[in-house]
């Protein structure tokens, strides 16, 4: 069924942003998945957190490969720009558009079966490459799309709707991600918009890949007894102890200070992500000590959601390639051309 296009009803006057916007023009067309469906509560995330951050809708660029999830950037926005990628192919695809365009906030929704299965080796490299983008996974454990099938997430012991459990260990994106450098790492659940705005908002403030596990329960094929991705598991066994705020550059700061459970850290472009309900002795900055931590938790089959793991002393893809501080389509001639003296100059280090 073809998306449509949400009726503007006339209602009482909605807040505007920064930029004069209202809440409406961060939206896009009707949804078409599930009624209840957890994609379309991250959509609402999206769209809040987007207008929250007064982004200009016109340099926002929306990625997604295929499945349910790579339906969800229909859903909000409508005024950037898009691109809809081969199944397992989006983060490519954002690497391509962020070396030709660093002026554009990228947000690429995938899901469990697009990232950790057919694309998880582009997945593995964008995060190496340090990509600046928000890439989040849709996780519902299961192929939705093609009715059903376990996905590479699936736990050991999670049972289908149908069909034996599953033996095979899982793909934790959180742990892909320490082990592979990855310097924003969160995980959580797509029936808490309080806990996942702030975390969007910090996402897109990140120099680099801000990579976000959101279980997203699939009603119609794993929202039943069995499965450890239901809204009801979730609810039962989410540890939600590393909660962060978000605090903009724009804003006065007074966060700075720790102490009484909280720590601050100034990310690159002067914002400040303040965390609170820190257990005693995490630290969001220790790799090794947030790895052990979350595989501690998953071995008495809890969950741990908020903003696990933040680094923002890694330099992102431009900064190690050196590229031009503007979108390339901004350079000048001379700039694109610089003559058969500087591509000698080139040639000269492959002699």
């Known amino acids: 069924m073809p998306s449509i296009v949400k009726p503007l009803i006339p209602l009482a006057p909605l807040a505007r942003n920064e930029l004069g916007l209202t809440i409406r023009d961060y939206e896009g067309a009707m949804s078409t998945l599930c009624a209840g469906c957890g994609h379309d509560s991250i959509t609402a995330a999206i769209t809040h957190a987007l207008w929250e951050l007064s982004t200009p809708p016109h340099m926002i660029a929306k990625l997604s490969g295929i499945g349910c999830s790579s339906k969800t950037p229909t859903y909000f926005v409508r005024g950037a720009h898009g691109f809809n990628s081969a199944h397992g192919r989006m983060a490519a695809i954002a ?9 554009l906030t990228y947000i690429g929704v995938s899901g469990d079966g697009d990232s950790l299965s057919i694309g998880l080796g582009h997945l593995a490299h964008a995060i190496r490459r340090a990509v600046k983008m928000v890439y989040i996974i849709e996780n519902n454990g299961v192929y939705g799309l093609t009715k059903g099938q376990l996905s590479a997430s699936a736990d050991v012991g999670t049972r289908p709707k149908k069909g034996e459990a599953n033996v095979v260990a899982p793909i934790d994106p959180i742990l892909l991600g320490l082990s592979l450098g990855a310097t924003f790492l969160a995980r959580s659940f797509s029936g808490d918009k309080e806990q996942l705005i702030p975390i969007l908002k910090a996402a897109a403030a990140h120099n680099g890949l801000a990579l976000i596990d959101v279980i997203s329960p699939c009603v119609t094929f794993n929202d039943h007894e069995g499965s450890t991705k239901s809204y009801r598991f979730m609810r039962e066994h989410e540890v939600k102890e590393v909660v962060a705020d978000f605090i903009p550059e724009r804003e006065e700061i007074n966060a700075r200070l720790s102490g009484g459970g909280r720590r601050s850290v100034t990310m690159h472009d002067g914002s400040v992500i303040t965390f609170r309900s820190v257990p005693e002795g995490y630290d969001p900055t220790d790799r090794m000590a947030v790895e052990s931590y979350v595989r501690e938790h998953q071995s008495t089959g809890e969950v741990v959601t908020g903003l696990l793991y933040l680094d923002e002393t890694k330099p992102s893809m431009h900064q190690v390639n050196h590229t031009p501080s503007s979108a390339l389509n901004r ?10 003296a500087a591509l000698a100059e080139l040639m000269a280090d492959f002699r």
């Open 331 to 340: 350079l000048t001639f001379d700039a694109v051309c610089p003559g058969s």
């Open 95 to 103: 690497t391509g558009a962020a070396a030709a365009n660093r002026e």
